[in-house]
DNA sequence: GTACTACATGATGTATACAGCAGGTATGCA
DNA sequence: TGCATACCTGCTGTATACATCATGTAGTAC
């Protein structure tokens, strides 16, 4: 945090709820806080700096996504993570997001500068194809299928669905990030988003949205499998 | 709020967050408070008897329902309401309510006391269309349809599916109770229950789905109907 | 008469003080 | 030695004080 040159702080334009909000939810995405560990206010107080106001407004929120657990009269704690709620969020979003790729490739018909958006990423996704693996090359995959998944949802027309899909983000990040991500998956995920890319470029939804529901079945399955070679994972999943 | 016996408040149950939100909650869902209507921390803080640190946190979580707005520095407005609004809120519905009555179908197929409430509500509903037309007949069938609705939730497995279906909840109850419900609508709306009854408990989730999409979609007409048919209602859901 | 500026007012964002409850620990007793 | 109880520490829920910012108004210059 940058103190202004003048010597007092400018009033930020972004609140400090939104701060301690951000990093939170930065830290459970990113397993630097695994499920189940306890959240004190007073702690977050000292490691924030910020005082209990904006903490606890921010616990709430979170609280709201879904990323903790709010006990009344006990504090907060990440959330915990099962198989069923892997399993229901897996399923949860085979039910939206293929709806949201349908509104993606209809606003792609009709949008140029978005069209030309999505060719530059299938393009992206087609240069990946080629490189050898290697962990720089996953890095890059998962950064432009992020970028990918975004645009889909910037381009979802229906706000409710829109919104959904986008709180859900962080509970998928917190599952690649929490089971060791498998490079073999890369390979298959590309060819995938390239399904996906030319689904939508060609102005086809249904195929589009096929292309998203075999993608999160594959999905599911090699984190299931994952979890069923490695035992030691599903106890970080559960743990 | 009545006060123990012996003197001092018995640090009750549930918080004033918790009150304050449920309050507020209601009186949007009823429409006592108009779509747009400020809502000023400290006004509440005397209308509700609480401070203004739980008010905040009703406010605050409002908002994550989309019940209200909050514009930072600005303050607090109960949420708009626009005709896309409503289209959205329905399209989206008619994604998600189809899967959970799927869910529900099975879940009364394996349970027998689900079973049974299912069929006593339709009974209920069987007994409403014998009646005549009448304020007390609306009140009712809204009453048995709501039990009917929360039932479908409860009965929802996918705990994602669940909660955000029961957030959207109160949006469609105070579209309802915005624009002035058609008797007419009543006739029909009994026979969509019947229908999706009769699939729930024929553990047909095919038909029940098409039978909430079919109801979904008849509402929005039935909506879109009286707004085109009553200008000053589209005034008081667009004010 | 109009537009711009400075100010006054009231609100929100934040910090902190106080009250009551939950859980752990130590102590007493059997 | 094992168990039950009482205490004690720390936390959450709530109230309130302070700083900063947005809005409306009065006043002035053109």
Redesign the pocket.
């Known amino acids: 945090m940058t103190t202004a040159p003048g010597g007092?702080?400018?009033?930020?334009d972004?609140?400090?709820?939104?701060?301690v909000h951000r990093r939170l939810k930065e830290e459970i995405e990113l397993g630097e806080l695994a499920p189940g560990t306890?959240?004190?206010?007073?702690?977050l107080?000292d490691r924030m700096?910020?005082?209990?106001?904006?903490?606890?407004?921010a616990l709430r929120r979170l609280a709201g996504e879904g990323l903790v657990e709010?006990?009344?009269?006990?504090?907060?704690r990440v959330s915990r993570v099962s198989l069923q709620s892997v399993r229901d969020l897996f399923d949860f979003r085979a039910l939206l997001e293929p709806a949201a790729i349908r509104q993606a490739t209809e606003a792609a018909a009709g949008a140029p500068e978005l069209r030309r958006a999505f060719a530059a990423m299938r393009t992206g996704f087609a240069r990946l194809q080629r490189r050898a693996p290697s962990p720089a090359r996953s890095r890059a995959f998962y950064e432009l299928a992020d970028r990918f998944d975004w645009a889909v949802i910037g381009a979802t027309r229906n706000e409710h669905l829109r919104r959904t899909i986008a709180e859900l983000r962080p509970h998928t990040a917190r599952l690649r990030n929490l089971s060791h991500i498998d490079p073999q998956r890369v390979e298959v995920s590309v060819v995938e988003h390239l399904r996906m890319c030319d689904g939508l470029l060609a102005g086809d939804g249904d195929e589009a949205a096929a292309a998203v529901t075999e993608h999160l079945a594959q999905s599911l399955r090699t984190i299931f499998g994952n979890l069923a070679r490695a035992p030691g994972a599903a106890l970080d999943l559960l743990g």
Do not use: C, F
């Open positions: 007092r702080e400018p009033a930020s972004v609140s400090k709820a939104d701060l306890p959240l004190s206010e007073l702690a107080v700096g910020a005082s209990r106001t904006p903490v606890r407004e709010l006990a009344p009269r006990q504090g907060a």
